[in-house]
């Protein structure tokens, strides 16, 4: 697959993966606000900011793979 084909399909993955993301965290974020409606601010904190940047991870681990060379076909060895 092309360098240019591999970046459109990151693309479309990464506009695919982030929204189903950002609902996810936020569901998660809210369910557990009303399941712990008593604890630290800070638990919060902690959740969103950590859930605000593993999103990165699947799409950092794509980058390498979009930007990867095709690798050339071997030539078959001459005979004689």
Request: charged letters at 10%.
């Amino acid at each position: 697959m092309s360098v240019r084909a591999k970046k459109l399909v990151g693309t479309i993955l990464t506009l695919i993966w982030l929204p189903i993301y950002a609902l996810l965290a936020a569901a998660v974020g809210s369910h557990l606000a009303h399941t712990m409606p008593n604890a630290p601010w800070y638990v919060l904190f902690l959740y969103y900011a950590l859930a605000g940047t593993l999103w990165i991870v699947p799409v950092g681990m794509m980058f390498p793979w979009m930007y990867r060379e095709p690798q050339a076909k071997p030539k078959p060895k001459a005979k004689g």
